[in-house]
Nanobody, 117 residues
């Protein structure tokens, strides 16, 4: 089972930027579609962006034009560049393969992103 470690979160003012990283213990990015998820207090975990094995990307409407997902297969690392951050982006951000149930044990600890107004 692959281990995932998210990093790069922090406290930033509205309008600022952060780049999140996700390091995997195995070579999975070249064979799996990968996504960034986030969960805010009182809300369900949601996919905010994903990237396919062919490099195609998709974003939830609330982050389109502001976030960019990318990967480096050689480094087994997934990235999320977040620009023009808003307070409503505040959440714990996770990475994983697409379609993984929240109840499974394959999730990392996530990385906290807090955006102040």
């Amino acid at each position: 089972q692959v281990q995932l470690v998210e990093s790069g979160g922090g406290l930033v003012q509205a309008g600022g930027s952060l780049r999140l990283s996700c390091a995997a213990s195995g070579s999975i990015f070249s064979r799996n579609a990968m996504g960034w998820y986030r969960q805010a207090p009182g809300k369900q975990r949601e996919v905010v962006a994903f990237i396919t094995t062919g490099g195609g990307t998709s974003y939830t409407d609330s982050v389109k034009g502001r976030f960019t997902i990318s990967r480096d297969n050689a480094k087994n690392t997934l990235y999320l560049q977040m620009n023009s951050l808003k307070p409503e982006d505040t959440a714990v951000y996770y990475c994983n393969k697409l379609g993984v149930a929240v109840t499974l044990s394959s999730w990392g600890q996530g990385t906290q992103v807090t955006v102040s107004s």
